[in-house]
């Protein structure tokens, strides 16, 4: 008899979902994931992965997953000992969604509420256009768990309009610095891919990158370059540019054993903020872009580099005090010269875990924030129940012994 298991060994190259026999043996990884799994016979296997729940088919006489992968449902709720809040028999799967409801707020560098953006939401993720004028939001519709790209007009009283649609998730969005592009992640063939859409044309996106691997935008230099994140299954997060142009190639700006996300590139390009766990503990650095020694900004913990856009200022929120800090940044030459952090206000949502998304952006003259503030309760929501739902999904049907 096989069972599955999750192993945390403290590594997360080497943490995901084992196979094994009760008749002893050696073990196999079946997956590098964060959650637990569950077998459906004949030859499906589902686990969550960054909050879908995933399809894959799967061998177990050599224990191997095959095939794409099939998102089956968002916002899958996980714990932090592993467990994933679905169960499935006989065609149908029973899962508990994550409470994602929000406001999105404006606050002074003082912490002052100035106001609300839109309604209470199922917001993923943000960001705010270069002029400052309008919010693309990835936000599930309260009819279905999957996320869709919203465009939010500040100046016209908050119109909003949608341009994406489709049955699986549209988050991370991040502006072209002329504000007539975005790029956004999307799971629509298999893992994260990122795609390019002009805002005023719903509908009319375009690819960017495919891979294997999933992909979480962060930054679009005025050079016309596209920073993101990507997981390497063999040993975590690295950060990777491309041109912004579709099927461009991309290169990588960090490449080590660490984690290293939520890459952001100077206003002038040259420079590169980012955050990385290589102390055993998120903390934010600078770089130059085309490499050389980094400078560490936070000192007891930082994560979710932001620039200022008009001065020589980088934000970070301080995972310590949990508040958004603030630091005087300028360059000599080849060195950066960094000023005493000044911490603003606090942060409610302070979390370092996959997939790194930020929770504020920076109004364009650095005086003011806009803010994800969770308005959800603290218990897991009702449990959707989807009859047949893996009958329907695409698979192809084979025996084992």
């Known amino acids: 008899m096989l069972v599955f298991f999750v192993r945390n060994p403290g590594k997360e190259s080497d943490e995901g979902i084992y196979l094994a026999s009760l008749n002893g043996g050696p073990t196999r990884m079946v997956l590098n994931t964060h959650s637990g799994a569950s077998f459906v016979p004949p030859n499906r296997i589902l686990f969550v992965a960054d909050g879908t729940l995933i399809s894959r088919e799967f061998d177990p006489e050599s224990g191997r997953v095959t095939g794409p992968q099939v998102p089956v449902a968002e916002h899958v709720a996980t714990s932090s000992n592993f467990y994933s809040a679905f169960a499935a028999s006989n065609g149908t799967v029973a899962y508990g969604r994550v409470a994602m409801t929000s406001d999105l707020v404006w606050k002074t560098r003082e912490g002052r509420l100035e106001s609300t953006v839109g309604t209470l939401g199922q917001y993923v993720d943000f960001a705010l256009s270069p002029d400052g004028n309008k919010v693309a939001v990835a936000q599930a519709d309260g009819e279905n768990a999957f996320a869709d790209i919203y465009v939010i007009d500040l100046s016209r009283g908050g119109q909003k309009s949608k341009i994406t649609s489709s049955r699986v998730t549209d988050a991370t969005p991040v502006w072209a610095p002329d504000g007539q592009q ?53 040993k975590g997060f690295d950060v ?33 903020a980012y955050t990385s766990d290589e102390s055993n503990r998120p903390e934010v650095y600078i770089r130059a872009k085309a490499g050389g020694p980094r400078k560490p900004v936070s000192v007891k913990g930082g994560i979710d580099p932001k620039w ?36 603003l206000f606090e942060v409610q949502q302070v979390s370092f875990s996959p997939p790194y998304l930020s929770t504020y952006d920076v109004s364009p003259d650095g005086t003011r924030f806009l803010v994800m503030v969770d308005q959800s309760d603290a218990t897991l929501g009702p449990i959707t129940a989807s009859f047949g739902l893996l009958d329907q999904l695409p698979t192809r049907r084979r025996a084992f012994r």
């Open 308 to 343: 200022a856009r008009t001065s020589g200022e980088l934000f970070y929120i301080d995972t310590t005090s949990r508040r958004l800090t603030s630091v005087g940044v300028s360059f000599r030459d080849s060195d950066v010269v960094l000023g005493a952090p000044r911490e």
């Open 240 to 272: 990777l540019v491309a041109d912004a142009r579709p099927g461009s190639t991309a290169r990588a700006l960090l490449d080590t054993s660490s984690n290293e996300v939520q890459g952001q590139l100077s206003p002038d390009g040259r420079w590169l």
């Open 182 to 234: 975005i790029v956004f992640r999307s799971n629509r063939r298999a893992g994260h891919d990122l795609y390019l859409i002009d805002p005023d044309r719903p509908g009319s996106e375009v690819d960017f990158q495919f891979s294997a691997t999933g992909k979480y935008p962060t930054s679009w230099s005025r050079d016309g370059e596209i920073v993101y994140h990507v997981r390497r299954p063999e």
